[in-house]
């Protein structure tokens, strides 16, 4: 259990000071870094890297659900996604999810891991692009993550880990189209939009269901311990580097002879 390794951690150090490991791989933990930092990824993650190449391209319907898939170029991805009306009739929005980051880009993404070095962890960083309205549907991931956005403005909504573990799949649905919902008008139900400086954060109930949300603009990143439901809605335009992580020893053990993550 990945867990278990990472409570037996001391501390670990980041820019926003000194935490107790423990703390970090059991609640989300909210860091920044500087505009020019997400400038500089946001520009690594342009139309140079990417050289004409063809990506699939996820069309997403309000709930959050792949309906179908697009192979698009980056600058016609670009362009539809930044396009207000774009599939409005058949209510879908253009999404790119999971791409693997690679060369200087995978560097830099690195390099602004929002996981302490100090901890030796592996780390897989890839790239998701969402239209302004796109949206991840309510699901849990079997690693730790995180999320750091390097352009436009991003809505994570999360639930505990024990209480998540305790709804079945039907309530998960149900959840996901209130949440989707309440996503329509994010500004109104999750305050903090607005915020000019510092972490935009609050908590929340559906019923007896208790929530936490983070606002994310360029540069501020949130991670998302294993087992965490979460929640994802593109308020604008969205560019972001999302990290995957495995404890290194643990990985190496896995696969002695990887090069990368497995």
């Not at 309000?62 to 600058?75: N, Q, R």
């Not at 969402?130 to 909504?157: E, P, Y």
Request: aromatic letters at 10%; one cysteine or more.
């Amino acid at each position: 259990d990945f867990g278990s390794r990472f409570l037996k951690l001391g501390l670990f150090f980041c820019s926003m000071g000194a935490a107790p490991s423990s703390s970090f791989f059991e609640e989300p933990s909210w860091c920044a870094r500087s505009q020019d930092s997400a400038s500089g990824l946001r520009v690594a993650a342009s139309v140079p890297h990417f050289n004409g190449q063809f990506l699939d391209v996820d069309l997403v319907d309000e709930l959050g659900a792949p309906t179908s898939f697009v192979s698009w170029t980056f600058t016609q991805r670009l362009t539809v996604a930044s396009c207000k009306f774009a599939f409005r009739a058949r209510n879908l929005h253009p999404y790119i999810r999971n791409l693997p980051a690679s060369g200087e880009m995978r560097r830099r993404c690195l390099r602004e891991s929002p996981f302490p070095h100090a901890l030796a962890l592996e780390v897989d960083p890839t790239l998701f692009m969402g239209s302004a309205g796109s949206r991840a549907r309510l699901h849990v991931d079997g690693l730790h993550t995180a999320i750091r956005v390097l352009h436009g403005q991003k809505l994570v909504v999360m639930i505990d880990a024990e209480v998540g573990s305790t709804l079945s799949v039907a309530e998960i649905v149900a959840v996901n189209s209130v949440l989707c919902k309440l996503a329509d008008q994010a500004e109104d139900h999750f305050l903090g939009f607005a915020k000019a400086r510092g972490r935009r954060t609050g908590r929340t109930t559906l019923g007896s269901l208790a929530l936490q949300y983070d606002w994310l603009g360029p540069g501020d990143a949130i991670t998302i311990p294993q087992g965490w439901h979460h929640f994802i809605h593109n308020q604008t335009l969205c560019i972001s580097a999302h990290y995957w992580v495995r404890p290194l020893q643990r990985a190496r053990e896995a696969s002695p002879h990887a090069g990368g993550f497995i």
